[in-house]
């Protein structure tokens, strides 16, 4: 099948991606954070084209990049209104890709950082989202996060109704701590989304252990479950999702290049795949960047495009009726 040329568009392969209704299910909001308005806070210290934004850039490792990450998320996020300011732009640029879902992750240690109210940032988050864009909060815990003035807060998340789900970021080789299993229980018994990075540095091992100490049934990654047929046919039975970011994992060196990027085999093989943009701040990506780099250099097809932009919408917790309004909108993209 090819593309139907939406009207008023030319013919790009670009205004063809634009067309597509999409979800974004791999979003970190302080890894979002618009470069601009660091730029715009403080010109010395941030320049307007830094090093790490180049196209050809690679980090080094996971652990320079999460410095990095960290030392720019927090020279912005001091309080909920600049989460809410950054968070207005964020989704504003997204609703201008037509996506209609999101899935952002907040990452919740900072609320020790900065001294913030865990349910003040969520309305600041979800209060910024424009008409007729949906947006869960997903509460991010890295391995270790369990402090003394985390500690109450992880107790007490299930019970967080303005909470959407929860993820686990962060180091994958640390060890899995023994509050994590209880605390995943307990909010997939409160019906939240279950969530957790694992498959990117660590090995399918990681991925397996999430699956079975957190009953995850969305892997944020999961690249390296390639490397595991068990495991592949595993997560294609089981229906696992897996939230990929491509163009994260040749910037991190995840992969080597994206043209050897594993979502080819796993969508090949039956494993349900969306794409993402984890930290747009730092890799300078756009999600319709993910939809064309799969294109240019992966080789998927009109259809396949559409099947990953499907599987986001299959699988979001959105009103039914509109899920399947929007998958027939992308069906009507295409032409035999
Ligand atoms: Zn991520």
């Known amino acids: 099948m090819e593309w139907n040329a939406p009207p008023l568009a030319n013919d790009s392969l670009e205004s063809r991606i634009q067309a597509i209704p999409k979800t974004e299910t791999h979003l970190h909001i302080e890894g979002a954070l618009p ?14 084209k830094p090093f790490f934004r180049a196209s050809g850039y690679r980090y080094p490792n996971f652990v320079e990049f999460e410095t990095l990450l960290i030392d720019h998320a927090v020279a912005w996020y001091t309080g909920p209104e600049r989460y809410h300011q950054a968070c207005k ?17 907040l990452h ?63 180091q994958e080789w640390l060890e899995l701590e023994a509050w994590a299993p209880t605390l995943w229980h307990r909010c997939g018994e409160a019906g939240k989304i279950l969530k957790a ?20 049934t969305r892997i944020q990654h999961g690249v390296r479950a390639i490397e595991d047929q068990d495991l592949v046919n595993r997560l294609r039975d089981q229906g696992v999702v897996l939230d990929m970011c491509p163009i994260s994992n040749e910037k991190l060196q995840v992969v080597s290049s994206l043209e050897v990027h594993p979502i080819r085999s ?29 294109s240019q ?3 998927f097809s009109s259809d396949e495009l559409a099947e990953i932009a499907k599987n986001g919408f299959r699988h979001a917790r959105m009103d039914e009726a509109l899920k399947r309004k929007r998958m027939a909108e992308i069906d009507s993209l295409l032409t035999i």
Not at 123 to 146: C, F, M, N, Q, W
């Open 297 to 299: 250099r992966l080789d």
């Open 108 to 170: 919740l240690p900072m609320i020790e950082f900065i001294g913030a109210d865990g349910h003040e940032l969520i309305h600041a988050i979800k209060s910024a989202a424009p008409e007729g864009l949906e947006v869960k909060v997903i509460g991010g815990l890295t391995r270790d996060s369990y402090s003394e003035v985390m500690g109450p807060v992880i107790e007490e998340l299930h019970k967080w109704d303005d909470l959407d789900g929860i993820d686990l970021h962060g």
């Open 197 to 216: 990075h694992a498959g990117e540095f660590g090995g399918p091992e990681s991925v397996t252990e999430v699956l079975d100490k957190l009953e995850v």
């Open 89 to 105: 732009r964020i989704f504003a640029g997204l609703a201008e890709q037509n996506v209609s879902y999101i899935e952002a992750s």
């Open 35 to 48: 470069y601009e308005l660091l730029h715009e806070l403080d010109s010395d210290r941030f320049p307007e």
């Open 266 to 294: 796993l969508h090949d093989l039956g494993v349900i795949c969306t794409i993402n943009t984890d930290d747009p701040l730092c890799f300078s990506n756009t999600l319709s960047d993910e939809y064309l780099a799969l």
